[in-house]
């Protein structure tokens, strides 16, 4: 069973190509996360875990849910985390969850795509866009043969860089910089509620046809490059930048 979160589109195509390739089911987190559901779920097929990187690990959110929600059959677990650059050392934080879990870990893949982080960083324009997914398409399309031989994905060692990245860096971001209180709407805003929709936490609601956004924000753009009009920036970062989300096929 193929389980996956993305904010803008990236991991979810990443995880549709492996469903058609596996023969597996796909199931969007964002639904079971934003509606607190944690019904026990059943997979024969290993789990493997499709997620945009967030500074270096897993999305704390996903790694939340997946504790508190009880997943029967299979115990192998393969990882495949879509980023804009790099995984750190994600992968010795995702054996540690599997030990934790009970369950075998498999490899963690890196597939680099698309950088969506526009709080932060630019994104690229469609057409760089659309070259860095076909790139991207082969590398899923390899770590979706060794799923279906059973065997483990191959890994690169981590640097002491990536120790820390995905170390302290990683815990730094988290309490200090991820906080929904730089989101504004301009006058473009139409009420239309789409952020709202694509909030993957429910962190967002119509006020006086305006988004608000609570305390509960992940970062993950969902929001801001969705948004049909731009009427939504984050601080003076994104005034100026692309929006980005996974160009289609
Ligand atoms: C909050 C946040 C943190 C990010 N941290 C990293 C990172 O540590 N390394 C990296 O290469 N890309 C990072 N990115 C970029 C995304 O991982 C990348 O664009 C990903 O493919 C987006 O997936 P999605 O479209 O499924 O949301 C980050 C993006 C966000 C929103």
């Known amino acids: 069973m193929i389980l996956y979160f993305s904010g803008t589109g990236n991991s979810e195509h990443?995880?549709?190509?492996?469903?058609?390739?596996?023969?597996?089911?796909?199931?969007?987190?964002?639904?079971?996360?934003?509606?607190?559901?944690?019904?026990?779920?059943?997979?024969?097929?290993?789990?493997?875990?499709?997620v945009p990187t967030y500074a270096w690990q897993v999305p704390h959110i996903v790694?939340?849910?997946?504790?508190?929600?009880?997943?029967?059959?299979?115990?192998?677990?393969?990882?495949?985390?879509?980023?804009?650059?790099?995984?750190?050392?994600?992968?010795?934080?995702?054996?540690?969850?599997?030990?934790?879990?009970?369950?075998?870990?498999?490899?963690?893949?890196?597939?680099?795509?698309?950088?969506?982080?526009?709080?932060?960083?630019?994104?690229?324009d469609l057409e760089t866009s659309k070259r860095i997914v076909k790139a991207a398409d082969r590398i899923i399309s390899r770590a979706g043969n060794y799923i279906l031989q059973g065997g483990n994905l191959p890994e690169e060692k981590a640097t002491l860089k990536d120790k820390i990245l995905s170390g302290p860096i990683n815990t730094g971001f988290n309490r200090f910089y991820v906080k929904a209180t730089k989101f504004y709407t301009k006058d473009s805003c139409t009420g239309c509620g789409l952020c709202e929709n694509y909030c993957p936490v429910n962190n967002i609601s119509l006020k006086n046809g305006r988004p608000v956004w609570g305390d509960f924000c992940t970062h993950c753009m969902a929001c801001i490059c969705h948004c049909p009009t731009e009427a939504i920036e984050y601080g003076k970062t994104s005034v100026g930048k692309v929006r980005y989300t996974c160009p289609e096929d």
């Open 14 to 50: 990443a995880a549709k190509k492996l469903e058609a390739q596996l023969g597996d089911t796909a199931l969007n987190l964002a639904y079971y996360i934003k509606n607190d559901i944690h019904k026990t779920i059943h997979s024969e097929k290993p789990w493997v875990i499709v």
């Open 63 to 124: 790694t939340g849910w997946l504790r508190q929600t009880e997943l029967t059959g299979s115990h192998d677990a393969y990882f495949v985390m879509t980023c804009g650059d790099g995984i750190g050392n994600a992968s010795a934080y995702n054996r540690a969850f599997c030990k934790e879990k009970g369950w075998t870990y498999r490899g963690t893949a890196k597939i680099v795509m698309p950088e969506n982080y526009i709080a932060m960083f630019d994104a690229p």
